[in-house]
């Protein structure tokens, strides 16, 4: 192999080898702007819900919550969006390397070129080349001198070809190296812009801390209620799951014996669950947690979550099942239990059910209308397995 040849075999190596991670930088930057989009979206749902419950002309605890999950997901939002910037910053040096690379390996083949055309000038004339042929000390010699000369002008038809299409590559990578600048600006304006309305709902969220404190006495008759609402609710999930329990163990009951292969299959989407409700935001989360406002005051331990949805929405069912229980509970109004194999799913805070005991009932088959509650529809949502509660944050997609 010539010397030519190795320095464009190394250069052709080192173009190639630089492409895999402008590949990986490019899918991250998708990544990326999906994750972008899925924030900006939430976001938008909850700007819906927060001037639906402002219309009410009430301050509560849901609002607070509401405009905290707004921030935390503008915070989000301006993570992801400095992440993209930083992505758009390696691809454009990647691509300014590239662009490097490639006008070195055209100086290469300018070079190469250039010698070709001095060899070419030397014959130009066809009378020089078939007296360069036929001076030949044999046949084979002659025959050797033709090809040569066949060749050369070959490779200077090809050369000259080659050289355009990678000035032509050269072009195309220091457009697309302008197009990731002006996504780059782009995207640090939308930056600037996201800090401004994180600050603004930061002080929306300070604003409805001080409303709330000023009604102390109150919020602290609502938490005494709702605690009491809880506990009610919590032992009567309890109670009837226990039953279930038993009588699916039960050798006498053979018609009520667990389905493990709906089991396997429900336990297979944890994380890939739909949501119970469309455009829902998580208002108050699984666990034992403390009030938003008067941190010394414990809540009542939340066995699910509680979604914030907007008006009349509607809830879902989340995966394959049959329809266990439907009962009334002060607080939370109608609550329909559905199992899933060794799996339950609850659904309370409904005004509405549109289904019955002993139903079998399919993923994103409709339950019920949600229940109004300070200007927004609420989902109270828990997932179980057995007798044993499950955040259902970690189930759904």
């Known amino acids: 192999m010539s010397r030519l040849a190795r320095i464009l075999t190394l250069i052709l190596m080192s173009l190639t080898s630089a492409l895999p991670w402008t590949e990986l930088y490019a899918q991250d930057i998708s990544k990326q702007k999906n994750a972008i989009n899925r924030l900006e979206t939430e976001i938008k749902n909850i700007d819906k819900q927060l001037e639906s419950n402002r219309k009410q002309q009430k301050t509560n605890t849901a609002e607070l919550s509401l405009l905290r999950k707004k921030t935390e997901s503008q ?7 400095e992440s993209q910037i930083k992505g758009y910053e390696t691809l454009i040096k990647n691509k300014e390397a590239e662009i490097v690379i490639l006008e070195n390996r055209i100086d290469t083949m300018k070079t190469r070129f250039s010698r070709l055309i001095r060899e070419s000038y030397k014959i130009r004339d066809s ?28 490779s200077l038809k090809d050369k000259t070809e080659e050289i355009k299409a990678k000035q032509n590559e050269v072009e195309t990578e220091k457009q ?31 604003n409805t801390v001080r409303k709330l404190t000023a009604k102390e006495k109150e919020l602290r008759n609502q938490i005494a209620q709702k605690r009491r609402e809880t506990e009610k609710l919590n032992k009567e999930i309890e109670r009837i799951l226990a039953e279930a329990v038993k009588e699916a163990n039960s050798p006498k009951q053979e018609t009520s014996k ?3 292969k709906l089991s396997g299959e429900f336990e297979s989407n944890k994380g890939k669950l739909p949501w119970p409700v469309e455009n829902g935001v998580v208002i108050d989360k699984f666990g034992q947690h403390y009030h938003p406002v008067f941190k010394n005051i414990k809540l009542p331990y939340n066995n699910g979550i509680n979604i914030s949805a907007p008006q009349g929405a509607q809830a879902r069912c989340v995966f394959d099942g049959i329809v266990k229980n439907i009962l009334i509970i002060p607080g939370y109004n109608q609550c329909v239990l559905i199992q899933h194999g060794e799996y339950y799913t609850f659904y309370c805070k409904l005004r509405q059910v549109s289904i019955k005991p002993g139903q079998q009932i399919k993923a994103g088959q409709v ?17 179980w397995k057995g007798t044993a509660k499950q955040n259902p944050e970690l189930w759904l997609r």
């Open 258 to 260: 667990i389905n493990y």
């Open 367 to 383: 339950i019920g209308i949600t229940d109004e509650e300070d200007g927004n529809s609420v989902l109270h949502f828990e997932i």
């Open 176 to 206: 697309e190296a302008d197009r990731l600048r002006k996504s780059a600006e782009e995207s640090r304006k939308k930056l600037i812009a996201e800090y401004e309305t994180l600050k603004k709902a930061e002080k929306e969220s300070e």
């Open 127 to 154: 009378k020089v080349w078939f007296l360069y042929i036929i001076a030949s000390n044999s046949i084979n010699e002659g025959y050797r001198r033709w090809k040569y000369l066949q060749n050369l002008s070959v």
């Open 75 to 81: 915070k989000k939002l301006i993570t992801e969006i």
